[in-house]
């Protein structure tokens, strides 16, 4: 029986991470993502045929490749930055709460985290998608996920979630703060937002994930008073035809006309990985050098900085608030 102490749980949830950056792990991995209908919306007798004879055998190979490039004593670096957002949050939060970490795909999952917040007695929990722009395949699949799992349980905890925060405007702030401190001293001729990217085809289907990358790439160049000139939304991680764009190596090529420094932030990554350490860290500032550009400065992500963990904390106390029935702890506020 849980007691009327008991504390109130909260689930970040982000996307995931290999074990290793070896081949087999990298391939399960991938085979958990790209398996998943709100990621690849094919039939699946259309799609894993081609998952399993030709995207796994390949990008298995290549995508270790890439990872063994950003790949810390510590391990996955989108991992290490998850705990800390974590361990953060939960001394932000105080003794009211419980505060787990969950990975839609790979380890340590969602169903793991959510054990943990059931070990601790908690009877509501708080799901935190980690992605500040909302798409089928990011929030979409952690949200129906996390509920499928629930409703598996004996005990079922009552579940709120954080809606989109694409414009919240301490989000927006903490951006802005990053952005100040990357570009401090430095001639910057141009500003790129760039977002991961999303087949055009979903957005058709009603997806949100393009307008809010806009509002959110509007809000930060307002806060940071650029005009329409000083800025570019691009699109990154295309993965096939049809994506959503500007890519954003092809704004790249064109900015770096006559030695130009261009800033690059991701504002919808909420932890450094993959595509912010290697395919921009690494290979967008080789593509921006080889076509004549000056500096490429890439701002880092949000990771666990101060004025980000109490975004968290607030959005969460939000989210209590506002589901009939949930009031926000009284220890640890």
């Given at each position: 029986m849980r007691s009327a102490e008991a504390p109130t749980g909260v689930l970040l949830a982000n996307v995931g991470t290999p074990e290793g950056p070896d081949p087999g792990s990298v391939r399960r991995f991938l085979r958990e993502f790209l398996s998943d209908p709100d990621v690849v919306p094919l039939p699946r007798a259309v799609w894993l045929p081609i998952l399993h004879g030709?995207?796994?055998?390949?990008?298995?190979?290549?995508?270790?490749?890439?990872?063994?490039?950003?790949?810390?004593?510590?391990?996955?670096?989108?991992?290490?930055?998850?705990?800390?957002?974590?361990?953060?949050?939960?001394?932000?939060?105080?003794?009211?709460?419980?505060?787990?970490?969950?990975?839609?795909?790979?380890?340590?999952?969602?169903?793991?985290a959510l054990d943990e917040l059931e070990a601790a007695g908690c009877a509501r929990i708080v799901l935190v998608p980690l992605f500040p722009q909302t798409s089928f395949a990011t929030t979409g699949s952690?949200?129906?996920?996390?509920?499928?799992?629930?409703?598996?349980?004996?005990?079922?905890?009552?579940?709120?979630?954080?809606?989109?925060?694409?414009?919240?405007?301490?989000?927006?702030?903490?951006?802005?703060?990053?952005?100040?401190?990357?570009?401090?001293?430095?001639?910057?001729?141009?500003?790129?937002?760039?977002?991961?990217?999303?087949?055009?085809?979903?957005v058709q289907r009603g997806d949100p994930y393009r307008g809010e990358c806009e509002r959110t790439a509007s809000a930060l160049a307002s806060v940071l008073e650029l005009p329409d000139?000083?800025?570019?939304?691009?699109?990154?991680?295309?993965?096939?035809?049809?994506?959503?764009?500007?890519?954003?190596?092809?704004?790249?090529?064109?900015?770096?006309?006559?030695?130009?420094?261009?800033?690059?932030?991701?504002?919808?990554?909420?932890?450094?990985?993959?595509?912010?350490?290697?395919?921009?860290?690494?290979?967008?500032?080789?593509?921006?050098?080889?076509?004549?550009?000056?500096?490429?400065i890439v701002v880092p992500a949000l990771n666990d900085v101060p004025e980000w963990i109490e975004v968290l904390a607030r959005l969460v106390r939000a989210a209590l608030v506002a589901v009939e029935g949930f009031e926000p702890p009284t220890r640890g506020l």
């Open positions: 030709i995207v796994l055998p390949l990008r298995g190979r290549s995508s270790a490749r890439l990872y063994r490039k950003i790949w810390t004593p510590a391990g996955s670096p989108l991992l290490r930055f998850s705990r800390a957002q974590r361990d953060a949050l939960a001394v932000r939060l105080g003794s009211g709460f419980a505060v787990a970490l969950g990975m839609r795909y790979g380890r340590p999952s969602l169903a793991a952690v949200v129906r996920e996390v509920e499928r799992i629930v409703g598996t349980r004996a005990a079922r905890p009552a579940l709120a979630a954080v809606p989109s925060f694409c414009e919240d405007a301490g989000y927006v702030a903490a951006l802005a703060g990053l952005v100040r401190a990357a570009r401090a001293g430095k001639r910057i001729d141009h500003h790129v937002f760039s977002f991961h990217g999303l087949p055009e085809k979903s000139s000083a800025w570019t939304l691009a699109y990154q991680s295309r993965f096939g035809r049809g994506w959503l764009g500007p890519q954003v190596d092809e704004v790249a090529r064109s900015l770096a006309a006559d030695g130009a420094n261009v800033l690059v932030a991701t504002p919808g990554f909420a932890a450094d990985c993959l595509e912010t350490l290697e395919e921009i860290g690494i290979r967008l500032r080789e593509t921006f050098h080889a076509a004549g550009g000056g500096e490429l």
